[in-house]
């Protein structure tokens, strides 16, 4: 799942990025937020199986008036290891019309219990493990009568949503849609909530003859009813685990593609399927780059996204037919100023890690986000380079960083007061990081064989933390104890200070590292990295390890280094404070790789704007390569001299007119009509103004006026 970190982020510095809109007052349902007791022991393991469901068939009615669902749940199971004569089943505030056991010619009325949560069915005998039942479940699901408080934390929980139900509201279709993580699936249909339960399924869904109905697995056929009504029949041979099944209903336009000979469909409204393939559209090439990458083809039928109203998050992975949240729907201008191509490749990376092996508990979560999370740094390396993904890479750190750091919590944790805290920026940003410093500690060809391995192994199963472990620990020969102890098992990040020292007598470089975060709450890291040094020309790499509290590291070296670039590969997930001159971090800008080396100096740079020196080199950046470092050193202009103003205003004008990037064309416009009202950018304004990109155009609205 995909959360919305839709966030009004300040670039650096770059006090000139379009804002984000203007706050609306929207009154939500209340949610219930719990808290652990101070001292209280929590352990919050995988749930303890006694059935296991093999399959589910589902026959589905629905009354848009009252928001129910009619349904009859065929569902085949044995006992899980245990001989039992007792079926549960969760089922959340439902009516139960009766319950049968099917066999070949014959139905048996069982007896039953239900609280208005759980469902025990007493079966007509004890059953061994290697025994299967099928029993027949009659009932009418009401989730838009669950309480808040009583039947469910929050509005989120509901799982199925009747959208516009009585179509009052013009301006909005109707709809109906399911959201099952974690687990709220049982608010629909008779299930067990367990992300461990992994069943195949058949959905039969009767929807006006005029909607579209979407579900996992492949559309097997479709019967007319001959009242107006159609039932679409939808069925997935492989198994999930039940809180991946999901229905669509309403009046969508199918854009078909494809990849290879499976079926890849993008449903949207109407009114935006001319925008559709832009937007979905470089799907097969991330499921082909995906399957190669991890040496497994894309593993199920087909691959479906949609795109509905007032979905309750940013995404979410249902096998083999992912839902995003409205703000898909976009026009080819919104789409230039902000594509959401991550969250496609979050979402679609999910049906490897998270859909086709499963975190076998909600503390083991991060085996299925932290993945996706760093899917999307592996998309943006393969398509637009490592500048890009480090971006990407880079935000995800500052996400993590600037989160909620009171509580702290480890990335595999087991005592968490409600699962869907685990839904956080440890899971996703963090747990994204820290497979990137994973991959840099045993190289790209272990790190990918190693993914291909747990995969491999655990195809349509479950796993834990460790099971990843031994996976890498096989591949590599390594013990990687120790990584996953202190990233995984463990809570917060390195804080480093580095300086660095130069003896002429001795000849020799010293770099000291000393890790300040307190010892007395997170671990004492061991971190490898290198040391890039920069000297008449020449860069010499040097590997250590880092292993201390208080580390010096000596080189021998003839001459004073013009540079030391510590964590020359920039992948530590912590925070670092290094002791440079502006001298040496304008050597960094023009000399250094990479994209974080630059947007490390330029950071610094900014800081320092008050100097000469530090303003040329910023000028200077606003012909970098990267949108991100462009856009951020554009707000050097406020401390500028008047001729150094005058100097960038044919520059600024051009930027505002040609940069590739509508953000930092945004920017120039803006700096025009805060730094440059006296100029005449009449001429500017009647191009900008007809931008296709929104912003862009926003921002020259606010100058001009409509």
């Not at 399911?178 to 709220?184: F, I, L, R, V, Y």
């Not at 159609?230 to 991946?244: A, K």
């Not at 994973?438 to 064989?449: C, I, P, Q, S, Y």
């Not at 023009?590 to 080199?617: C, G, I, S, W, Y």
Request: negative net charge; charged residues 25%.
């Amino acid at each position: 799942m995909r959360n919305k970190y839709i966030l009004c982020i300040c670039l650096l510095g770059a006090f000139y990025l379009m804002s984000c809109s203007t706050p609306k007052m929207v009154n939500l349902e209340p949610i219930s937020i719990r808290e652990n007791a101070p001292g209280l022991n929590i352990y919050r393991g995988s749930y303890t199986r006694t059935t296991d469901i093999l399959s589910t068939r589902l026959d589905l009615n629905f009354s848009w008036d009252s928001a129910y669902v009619y349904g009859k749940a065929l569902i085949q199971g044995r006992p899980y290891f245990y001989s039992s004569d007792q079926l549960t089943l969760d089922a959340n505030g439902f009516r139960i019309n009766n319950i049968s056991l099917v066999s070949k010619n014959d139905r048996q009325p069982l007896r039953y219990t239900y609280n208005g949560k759980k469902l025990n069915v007493k079966l007509d005998k004890v059953y061994t493990k290697d025994q299967d039942f099928t029993i027949l479940i009659d009932y009418v699901a009401m989730p838009n009568k669950l309480k808040i408080g009583e039947d469910i934390a929050s509005a989120g929980d509901r799982g199925l949503y009747f959208i516009n139900k009585d179509g009052k509201d013009k301006d909005k279709p109707r709809q109906i849609w399911t959201q099952g993580e974690t687990e709220c699936n049982s608010s629909w249909f008779p299930t067990i909530n367990d992300p461990q339960e992994k069943m195949t399924q058949e959905i039969n869904i009767t929807v006006p003859n005029e909607y579209v109905s979407l579900s996992n697995g492949s559309l097997e056929y479709s019967t007319l009813n001959g009242n107006g009504t159609r039932t679409d029949s939808w069925r997935q041979e492989q198994s999930h685990s039940t809180y991946l099944t999901m229905i669509a209903v309403g009046n969508f336009t199918i854009t078909k593609d494809k990849w290879r000979d499976k079926e890849v469909n993008y449903y949207t409204e109407p009114a935006y399927a001319s925008t559709a393939r832009l937007v979905f559209g470089k799907t097969p090439e991330m499921i082909e780059f995906f399957s190669n990458k991890l040496g497994i083809d894309y593993p199920w039928d087909k691959y479906s996204q949609i795109v509905v109203r007032d979905f309750i998050s940013g995404a979410m992975e249902n096998t083999t037919a992912t839902v995003f949240f409205d703000r898909m729907n976009m026009s080819e201008g919104e789409y230039l100023d902000e594509n959401h191509e991550d969250i496609i490749a979050h979402e679609l990376f999910h049906h490897w890690f998270g859909d086709l092996v499963t975190a076998e508990s909600w503390s083991n979560l991060p085996l299925n986000e932290s993945f996706a999370t760093y899917g999307e740094y592996l998309w943006e390396e393969h398509k637009y380079g490592r500048e890009a993904a480090d971006l990407k890479g880079f935000e995800d750190l500052s996400v993590y960083l600037s989160g909620d750091r009171k509580k702290n919590p480890d990335v595999i944790r087991f005592d968490y007061a409600d699962r869907e805290q685990m839904f956080d920026e440890i899971s996703y940003q963090k747990g994204g990081r820290i497979l990137h410093m994973l991959r840099k500690t045993v190289g790209d060809e272990a790190f990918f064989k190693a993914l291909n391995l747990y995969l491999t192994r655990h195809s349509y199963k479950n796993a834990e933390i460790h099971d990843l472990r031994l996976a890498f620990e096989e591949v590599s020969g390594m013990d990687l104890n120790w990584f996953f102890k202190q990233w995984f098992m463990a809570s917060g990040h390195p804080v480093l200070t580095i300086q660095n020292n130069y003896n002429p007598d001795k000849k020799e470089l010293m770099v000291t590292i000393k890790q300040t975060q307190d010892l007395s709450k997170f671990p004492l890291y061991r971190i490898p990295m290198a040391v890039d040094i920069y000297s008449a020309g020449n860069v010499a790499r040097q590997e250590i390890v880092l292993d201390k509290q208080d580390q010096t590291f000596i080189f021998p070296s003839q001459v004073n280094p013009d540079l030391i670039n510590t964590d020359a590969e920039k992948y530590i997930l912590g925070e670092k404070v290094e002791m440079k001159t502006l001298k040496q971090y304008i050597f960094q800008y023009r000399h250094a790789p990479l994209f974080l080396d630059r947007l490390e100096a330029v950071t610094m740079m900014l800081q320092m704007k008050n100097d000469p020196l530090a303003r040329t080199a910023l000028i200077e950046s606003f012909k970098d390569k990267n949108w991100y470092i462009r856009t951020a050193a554009l707000s050097v202009v406020d401390k500028l001299s008047f001729d150094e103003q005058k100097a960038v205003y044919e520059q600024i004008r051009l930027i505002a007119l040609n940069d590739k990037v509508s953000l930092v064309r945004a920017s120039a416009v803006t700096i025009l009509g805060k730094f440059y009202a006296n100029q005449n950018n009449r001429d500017v304004y009647e191009i900008t103004k007809k931008d296709k990109a929104q912003s862009v155009v926003k921002a020259t609205e606010d100058i001009v006026g409509k």
